[in-house]
């Protein structure tokens, strides 16, 4: 598929939550890919299944973090202790292994907790699927603010536009209702000028919307 097929691009990555990729093609279809934590996959998303209105759903992990720092202290200093013990001969290596052995599990210990803090902590954004189905995860204004916000007001336009003709909204059978509806999503803005005319010229001609508005085979 061309380039030209292609609206919006997202690349995306997250301390311990691995990387995904989002490619938005105007015939519909959302591929994201998702990588990290043993996942690797890709999938191919009806954005017309999808529900514009996101939802975002946020999580720190505080009381990991809060024992991670209480936890982080100890274990770095007792085995700095301990090799200073060595080095300096003063202490038996019966008193100052056990000491270096108790700084370890403590460090061990805290970069688990650190590894938990960052898995359960997450800024996310969701489009949830209408039907069944995939839906889509995004975080939150990674990997800027203002290409997060651009690439989901293009997800929810290209939502908008193919449910449209995908969940049929009250189109009347007559040319004229017809009209009048295009004409309204237009000034809406959910249809663009281009989109509008060639839209138009299709239902005078047959009579019917017999095509997904804004597709291009």
């Known amino acids: 598929m061309k380039d030209t097929d292609i609206i919006a691009k997202l690349k995306q990555y997250s301390f311990m939550r691995g990387r995904r990729s989002f490619t ?35 999580n720190r ?37 056990p000491l270096m052995v108790v700084g370890v599990v403590f460090t061990i210990f805290a970069i688990g907790l650190l590894r938990a803090y960052f898995q359960h902590s997450y800024n996310l954004t969701l489009f949830q699927p209408l039907r069944s189905g995939d839906g889509v995860l995004l975080f939150t204004n ?6 997060f916000s651009e690439f989901v007001l293009a997800l929810q336009t290209e939502i908008q536009k193919h449910q449209i003709y995908e969940q ?5 059978s007559d ?12 000034n ?9 005319t060639e839209a138009k ?12 508005i804004g597709f291009h085979p």
């Open 142 to 147: 990674k990997p800027t603010k203002a290409e």
């Open 201 to 212: 010229a299709k239902l005078i001609q047959t009579g019917v919307a017999n095509g997904p």
């Open 168 to 172: 049929d909204f009250g189109f009347g």
């Open 61 to 97: 992990a505080i009381t990991r973090l809060v024992l991670c720092i209480f936890t982080m202290i100890p274990g770095p200093l007792l085995l700095f202790l301990g090799i200073v013990g060595i080095m300096s001969d003063s202490g038996s290596s019966g008193s100052v292994v």
């Open 24 to 58: 938005l093609r105007d015939n519909g279809d959302l591929l994201a890919s998702y990588e990290g934590g043993g996942i690797n996959s890709t999938h191919t998303i009806k954005v017309g299944n999808l529900d514009s209105n996101s939802r975002i759903e946020k």
């Open 188 to 196: 809406s803005g959910v249809l663009t000028d281009a989109e509008f």
């Open 175 to 186: 040319l004229a209702s017809q009209l009048q509806k295009l004409s309204a999503l237009k």
